[in-house]
């Protein structure tokens, strides 16, 4: 692992807590800790460059919402996503998405219309290389987080940002663990949840959308050598 030096960022008022967060969740996401991986509070203290307080927090909150499991007198170790928790995630992904989207409609504006096209055009460049993965995957990410976001309630779109970050950890690692398997070219419904949002559509949005997230869902489900249902 590289070194972090992690200094406060005042300006924007994010903590040291939430900055050592972030960093781990990152840092399991990008395979820097594959699942199972055991470390300890020291290691991450002299690796951030900080004081014991702010990492220890950070470690019983991640321990909290279960990305790590505290093992007495060994450290901690990071968990894996079950294929459970991927279906879980599916369900309560819809529910929170498909909910939304009566605000979303209801608040959308033309250049809200017009940034999601540019991320889905910063998507077809991206399918046309297929060399970077975690850019699809980020982007595709970020369609969804900018979609809720629309909505208009806070609670909700951390709610999604939560449960997809979970989604990130599990391709992490399950594309890690079968890395001889290809990453399936599903492509997605970005294009056709926009033009039916320019049409004020609720019908035809959330047909899409609903299959966007099942998407999702197929995909890290293939990813893990799991048979989709």
């Not at 399991?28 to 020291?42: A, H, K, R, V, W």
């Not at 997605?188 to 999702?216: A, K, P, Q, W, Y």
Request: glycine share 4%.
């Amino acid at each position: 692992m590289g070194v972090f030096i992690i200094k406060p960022n005042l300006k924007n008022g994010i903590s040291l807590k939430d900055q050592v967060y972030q960093k781990i969740i990152e840092m399991i996401c990008n395979g820097q800790l594959p699942p199972d991986t055991i470390f300890t509070e020291s290691q991450m203290i002299e690796l951030f460059k900080v004081s014991k307080s702010p990492v220890r927090e950070a470690l019983i909150q991640l321990c909290h919402e279960e990305v790590l499991k505290s093992i007495p007198r060994c450290g901690y170790q990071v968990v894996s996503v079950s294929i459970k928790s991927i279906r879980d995630l599916t369900v309560l992904r819809l529910y929170l998405e498909l909910s939304s989207l009566p605000k979303v409609i209801e608040n959308i504006t033309d250049e809200k219309i017009e940034f999601l096209k540019l991320q889905n055009k910063q998507r077809i460049e991206l399918a046309k290389t297929n060399e970077n993965i975690w850019a699809m995957w980020r982007n595709n990410v970020n369609f969804h987080i900018s979609l809720v976001d629309c909505a208009g309630n806070d609670q909700v779109t951390k709610a999604v940002e939560r449960a997809l970050s979970t989604c990130t950890r599990a391709f992490a690692q399950l594309y890690t663990v079968q890395s001889s398997l290809v990453y399936p070219d599903t492509g997605n419904f970005h294009d056709l949840i926009v033009d039916d949002l320019e049409r004020r559509s609720l019908d035809d949005t959330r047909e899409h959308l609903e299959r966007d997230i099942h998407l999702m869902e197929k995909t890290l489900l293939y990813t893990s050598g799991e048979e989709y249902k």
